[in-house]
């Protein structure tokens, strides 16, 4: 349960595809428990947004609601309207791999038919963190809200000092950021020789998430840990060395899927399709 301190704010996940976010979604299942929720939106004109409106309903069928995540979480879908004190967390990854990491998963799990060369020419994908953030690439105001909106801001290389600052921000609910990979990739395709080819031109494609990244992972993270104190590597130490004899709580992992796979999935999709959108998807 969560403590008074955090008792009228929402953690919100703003989740990037191919950015170690099941795995993560597995950690905030497992200390927000009944109050977590994984959100897509109910609404036709939505535009792939998690707003206000669909979170009113996902408020309906869990009153408790305390902590979100979905790849339609967004910091400009007007959510305040809704909750007035939200604290939003984000993963970044390297755009390079995350780019190509996002073509094997659309050839490989979607089935998708692309050839590289048309997914290179696709706009919604071109500097697709920082789209994420702003709704644009613009990388001023990405900066900016980032730095101002955003309590804590990871990237994938350095996973566990992520999870480390993480934990000691909710210190106060004894945050537990013990974790097991999960979906790891089992990918058939070499991207090797992909961003061999054609590194310039994927560059090219995020040059701004390039670059809002190196803001991160240069000035921002560092910031983090500056606050966080002398005992940081000490403490990300003891974490991973903790953390490889970690067995995740079965009961409440059974509890969790039982929740979502006979209410939550089928309660949602539902909703969806009253609302002419498809019972499946993250948007």
Not at 55 to 80: D, Q, W, Y
Not at 230 to 258: C, G, H, M
């Amino acid at each position: 349960m969560v403590s008074p301190t955090h008792t009228n704010k929402l953690l919100a996940f703003v989740h990037i595809e191919k950015a170690a976010g099941t795995t993560f979604i597995h950690i905030l299942r497992h200390n927000f428990f009944l109050q977590y929720m994984d959100v897509r939106p109910f609404f036709k004109n939505s535009k792939g947004l998690f707003t206000h409106r669909d979170f009113n309903i996902a408020k309906k069928m869990i009153p408790s609601l305390r902590c979100i995540s979905g790849h339609a979480v967004t910091p400009f879908s007007g959510l305040e309207k809704s909750c007035t004190e939200i604290e939003y967390i984000t993963i970044m990854r390297d755009p390079v791999k995350r780019y190509l990491s996002q073509y094997q998963h659309w050839v490989e799990k979607k089935k998708l038919d692309y050839d590289f060369e048309d997914f290179l020419e696709l706009e919604d994908l071109k500097n697709f963190q920082t789209k994420k953030y702003v709704g644009t690439d613009n990388l001023e105001e990405a900066k900016q809200l980032l730095s101002k909106q955003f309590k804590l801001v990871g990237y994938v290389e350095a996973f566990d000092q992520f999870l480390v600052l993480l934990s000691n921000y909710f210190s106060d609910i004894n945050f537990d950021a013990s974790y097991r990979r999960q979906n790891p990739a089992h990918n058939k395709i070499s991207v090797k020789a992909l961003e061999e080819k054609y590194r310039e031109r994927i560059e090219e494609n995020n040059k701004v998430d390039i670059a809002l990244y190196e803001f991160v992972k240069n000035e921002l993270f560092p910031s983090y840990i500056e606050n966080y104190g002398s005992s940081f590597d000490a403490d990300v130490t003891q974490f991973i060395s903790n953390n490889k004899a970690f067995e995740p709580p079965k009961l409440k992992r059974w509890i969790d899927y039982l929740l979502r796979k006979s209410f939550i999935t089928p309660a949602s999709g539902l909703i969806r399709l009253l609302n002419g959108k498809p019972f499946m998807g993250s948007y």
